[in-house]
């Protein structure tokens, strides 16, 4: 971890903070990185789901292999 000067806008402040339900600026920035992160994540797997890039689930032996 490092310490750091930021600028930034008490009012979008005041709104993601209370989007987030988070109480203070570090809590806040913390849950945002951790919210971006889990987007990234999830649009990755849509990604990869629409693209059935590595997957198998196009495959009839192995769906009806997952029915049985």
């Given at each position: 971890?490092?310490?750091t000067t930021l600028e930034f806008d008490e009012a979008v402040f005041e709104q993601v903070r209370h989007v987030l339900g988070t109480r203070g600026l570090k809590a806040t920035v913390?849950?945002?990185f951790e919210e971006v992160l889990a987007s990234d994540?999830?649009?990755?797997a849509?990604?990869?789901l629409q693209e059935m890039d590595g997957l198998d689930l196009d495959?009839?032996?192995?769906v009806d292999d997952a029915w049985r």
């Open positions: 971890m490092r310490k913390r849950r945002a994540a999830r649009r990755r849509l990604r990869q495959c009839p032996d192995v």
